[in-house]
């Protein structure tokens, strides 16, 4: 025999409460849903309970409540050394559309700071080097320094660590390595006495100088000069509870030595990796082995159970002459394979069970670093917004319709749920039962249905041309691509996506004469000379391109595609008339957030970019839970 109805809801509701995906929704309001089911239990049984469960199964399935309840891999470095930076308050709706929900800054400033009030998004802040002396002489400095930088802006904004000085250890003057335990001691001793020590978390990152070798990992240990700084500070940082924070590029590796080190390997590509006889682990990406490089120097200097997170990492996207491996190509690779990997919430070989947690460098390419060309290139997004290039991030320009969209359609989400319990509880009081008010009721599903059916609807698409190729010059010839265009679907508001190397190529629209001559007459807009580069698809029909440089056109570097108004089945490509098409399959269709041929990345809070088959769950369990009410 069944248990009987109430115990059910009560049951069910203890589950409810306990449930992980619902932990963003206060719980206030789910105890008084249960209350309100307990009403329901005595009063008004029937299809009502099925129709709550329903409804509460829906936001269980949601993709807001799984986007809320995700543990954190993935976050950026927000460095301003630049004079064309978009506002702060512009960063936070970047970084809201990007889903990137922790940040490092490498100062207070109060104007980022009180930018990101109410944002959501967790930040750490740094106390600049040249503050270390100062703040090492007395807490008295330090505790007005935590007032005024920190304090003042809890807990509007999220504050959640204080790096103290960055890199000192291992290359920046002597007199900065004496004084570091001292500042990071007083930071916390003010934190302490404000009653902010569970809060804000303090830390140092440290570059990789501070190794001796690191090859293989598990031979790594700490500079002999830079032991007697490091491990009382490790010694400081276990007691408090703070993890070692370490600048790792695979980049910077590479560049310093590419006769040596397997781009593929330091890219995430596949490759032979290496092994280390020690541990008899293999290694197949540098990330990886850096890390764990740092947990055996750890390990050997007595601190085996400390968290290693890496505080920066990335790729340049431009360098000089002599930096290899500087490109948007690998760039893009390096940073989107990264993303993939920290989406798996997986350990290294050496520490499995210890999460992989990365700050990328950077959000910004920034303009007025000192030092090689490299230092300016290292940003996911240019100055104006709009991406550098395309890993699955939305940018501010030209998409920003695709950012509000995304925004709407999480509000949508729950838009749409707590309209659906509102026609639910007047059901349930009889409300809908009279005619008049049977009408309002129907308005409202009409409403809700309109609202969820906008928000599952399509995003404008962003096409990479030539995927992985990018813009250059083909080696097989406009053939490349034509056949990277034939079969995917153009429409107006999607995106072309160009990637190439400023200086090196350039974008022109074109008509078709001067797209078959390779001709610059009569262009379509400006000459566009800066890579990457999007633009956006405006008319439909046949649109051409070509690049101007040299001979580039003469030798391929040209696309024409037809651009369709409507949501029509695809459409081939227009073949140019100076290079014969070869047929071939049609490449996959880019996804909604931008995906190259190879798939798109994957959420760096673990979830899907495209959340259309959730939400469609969970629309249909509500509207049906309406429908169910309404005729009960």
Same mark, same amino acid.
């Given at each position: ?197 569970? &809060? ?126 500087? &490109? ?219 690049? &101007? ?12 595609? &037809? ?70």
């Amino acid at each position: 025999m069944g248990m009987p109805a109430e115990q059910v809801l009560h049951s069910f509701c203890f589950r409810l409460l306990s449930h992980k995906r619902l932990e963003y929704i206060p719980t206030s309001f789910l105890q008084m849903e249960c209350t309100f089911f307990h009403y329901l239990a005595t009063s008004h049984m029937g299809s009502t309970l099925f129709l709550w469960l329903l409804l509460i199964f829906s936001v269980l399935c949601s993709p807001v409540a799984a986007a809320h309840s995700a543990t954190w891999t993935y976050g950026v470095n927000y460095g301003r050394i630049a004079n064309n930076l978009p506002a702060p308050e512009s960063v936070v709706t970047l970084l809201k559309a990007a889903k990137i929900n922790h940040v490092r800054i490498y100062d207070a400033d109060h104007g980022v700071l009180q930018a990101f009030k109410g944002s959501g998004i967790d930040i750490i802040v740094g106390l600049p080097n040249e503050y270390l002396k100062e703040i090492s002489i007395g807490e008295d400095r330090a505790m007005i320094w935590v007032k005024e930088n920190v304090q003042a802006f809890l807990p509007g904004t999220r504050i959640r660590g204080i790096a103290v000085g960055n890199e000192i250890l291992g290359s920046g003057p002597i007199e900065l390595w004496e004084v570091l335990l001292s500042a990071a001691k007083n930071i916390y001793s003010a934190l302490y006495r404000l009653g902010l020590k569970d &809060t804000v978390q303090v830390s140092s990152p440290h570059s990789e100088a501070v190794f001796a070798n690191s090859f293989p990992p598990s031979a790594c240990i700490f500079r002999p000069d830079v032991l007697p700084f490091m491990r009382p500070l490790l010694q400081f940082f276990s007691q408090i509870g703070s993890p070692f924070y370490i600048n790792a590029y695979p980049f910077l590796a590479y560049k310093n030595d590419p006769e040596h080190i397997d781009i593929n390997y330091a890219l995430f590509k596949d490759n032979a990796g290496i092994y280390d006889a020690k541990t008899k682990l293999h290694y197949d990406n540098m990330f990886e082995a850096q890390v764990d490089a740092a947990y055996a120097a750890l390990e050997k200097a007595g601190f085996p159970k400390m968290e290693v997170i890496v505080s920066e990492t990335g790729w340049a996207s431009r360098g000089d002459p002599d930096e290899a491996g500087a &490109t948007v190509k690998n760039a893009k690779t390096y940073n989107k394979n990264l993303r993939k990997r920290l989406a798996k919430k997986k350990g290294t070989p050496f520490r499995p069970k210890m999460v992989v947690r990365a700050y990328v460098f950077a959000l910004f390419n920034e303009n007025s670093k000192p030092g090689p060309t490299s230092e300016r290139n290292f940003g996911l997004f240019k100055p104006d917004g709009s991406i550098a290039y395309n890993i699955g991030f939305t940018g501010l320009v030209p998409s920003a319709a695709a950012s509000s969209f995304l925004s709407f359609k999480d509000i949508a989400v729950q838009g749409w749920f707590f309209m659906a319990w509102a026609v639910v509880l007047l059901q349930s009081l009889g409300f809908c039962e009279r005619s008049m008010a049977r009408f309002m009721c129907m308005a409202v599903v009409g409403i809700v249905a309109a609202v969820s059916l906008m928000q599952c609807a399509e995003a404008q698409t962003v096409h990479v041309v030539g995927g992985d190729m990018g813009w250059t010059v083909p080696q097989n010839g406009a053939a490349a691509y034509s056949t990277w265009a034939a079969g995917k679907r153009f429409m107006v508001g999607d995106i072309l996506e160009f990637n190439f190397a400023t200086n090196e190529h350039d974008v022109l629209q074109v008509p078709k004469a001067s797209f078959d001559a390779c001709s610059n007459d009569n262009p379509i807009g400006s000459n566009i000379t800066v890579g990457p580069a999007n633009v956006t698809l405006t008319s439909a029909g046949e649109n051409y391109f070509i690049c &101007t440089f040299g001979q580039h056109c003469q030798f391929g570097q040209k696309l024409a595609i &037809t651009v369709s108004g409507s949501s029509d089945s695809p459409l081939p490509a227009p073949s140019p008339t100076s290079t014969p098409t070869t047929p071939n399959s049609p490449c996959p269709t880019s996804g909604p957030t931008g995906s190259t041929p190879s798939g798109s990345a994957p959420d760096p809070n673990g979830n899907t970019n495209s959340s259309s088959s959730a939400v469609l769950a969970s629309l249909l369990l509500s509207m049906l839970a309406i429908v169910m009410g309404l005729i009960a």
